[in-house]
């Protein structure tokens, strides 16, 4: 583990996720939900093993990393340490990188294009792990993002599982930055009701509330736990 300076952090990391945890439940309270049928991935990127390892000791066991390269780099060694971690990727992931993604990872957020469908269904085929897989939509369509647009989604939905044979389990969207969140949630809710998809993997820092209120399953959350770095 490589050695970090605490003051590089603006938080105290277990605070922070004592504030986030209280907010996640108000936010299911509010909207009527269980608080079990949320889960906070803690995003853990460009923070090392030891800015990561109090947020463990106070509880936390869902992290999320954005970089195949980081990731291995810092978690085979606190998985190790901390038997029941569970990792998802949220960044993109190129194709020459599956192999180690679906290695390392319990879930891959980002699954965007035929080329890592092919990809994956080899990794699927030759490999025992079965990472949960999200579709990445591209709500606002972005020409600068990665990401379906929600045109094709239905299409895309039913490639990935009739021509690759991938168990897709549900949708992710990150909204414009400028675009007020709660549209771009309500439409992947759509999309995902009418393709049968139970899981939502949208919200962070700014928005998890509302993308709660709008029936977000998986909500990524890294500055609020994290701090900033100086």
């Not at 000791?57 to 990393?65: D, H, I, L, P, S």
């Not at 809710?189 to 949208?202: D, H, P, T, V, W």
Request: with cysteine; glycine share 6%.
């Amino acid at each position: 583990m490589t050695n970090e300076d605490p003051s590089q952090l603006t938080e105290h990391l277990p605070t922070g996720l004592a504030a986030v945890e209280e907010a996640v439940a108000r936010a299911c309270r509010e909207a009527r939900r269980d608080r079990a049928s949320v889960t906070l991935v803690a995003v853990s990127k460009t923070f090392d093993a030891d800015a990561i390892e109090p947020v463990i000791k106070a509880g936390q066991c869902v992290f999320g990393e954005n970089r195949v390269q980081e990731a291995k780099a810092k978690w085979p060694g606190l998985m190790s340490a901390y038997p029941g971690l569970s990792l998802h990727l949220i960044g993109p992931l190129q194709s020459n990188k599956t192999k180690e993604a679906v290695a390392l990872f319990d879930a891959i957020h980002s699954v965007d294009r035929p080329s890592l469908c092919e990809a994956l269904a080899k990794e699927f085929r030759s490999q025992a792990r079965r990472p949960q897989l999200f579709v990445q939509l591209n709500t606002g369509e972005e020409p600068q993002k990665a990401g379906i647009a929600p045109s094709d989604a239905d299409s895309f939905i039913a490639g990935c599982r009739e021509k690759y044979g991938l168990p897709i389990s549900g949708l992710m969207c990150i909204p414009p930055v400028d675009d007020a969140p709660a549209p771009h949630f309500a439409l992947t809710a759509k999309i995902a009701a009418r393709n049968g998809l139970e899981n939502l993997s949208m919200g962070m820092s700014a928005d998890f509330a509302t993308a709660i209120q709008m029936g977000a399953t998986h909500i990524r959350v890294g500055s609020a736990i994290f701090g900033h770095r100086d």
